[in-house]
């Protein structure tokens, strides 16, 4: 699904790789403790992102999509402010379907965002961490 969120100007859009704050309260927002990614049976004929579960969770979650062609998929997950602060998944993929379980520790309760891009595709959805 393509929504608003993830086109230009929307949620995320804005991210800058000049995200380097130097102290302050999203200096080390999210630390990546763990991500294990599955390949799933069948080939797809779509790019899809699915909702996240468990949502809400603490303080891990798994993600699954849909890739129905090689190439590279990246995983980023924004702040409510559309501010970058974890890349889950940065590689080149073969067609497949996917389910990727991450254990982010350090994020604060609250929502936030994670867009996949693939192709031409980008879809983002929402989450929520609880503490």
Sequence with gaps: ???AIGQPGGIGAAASANYQESGGFFA????????EEKALSGKPDRFELFQ????????????RYSVPESGPVKLTVYDINGREVATLLDESKEPGRYALTYDIRGLGSGIYFYRLQAGGFTAT?????LK
Excluded at 28 to 35: Q, S
């Design 52 to 63: 996240n579960y468990p949502n809400p969770f603490n303080p891990s979650t798994t993600v």
């Design 125 to 129: 959805r929402k989450f929520t961490v």
């Design 28 to 35: 080390d927002a999210a630390i990546v403790t763990g991500i």
């Design 1 to 3: 699904m393509n929504d």
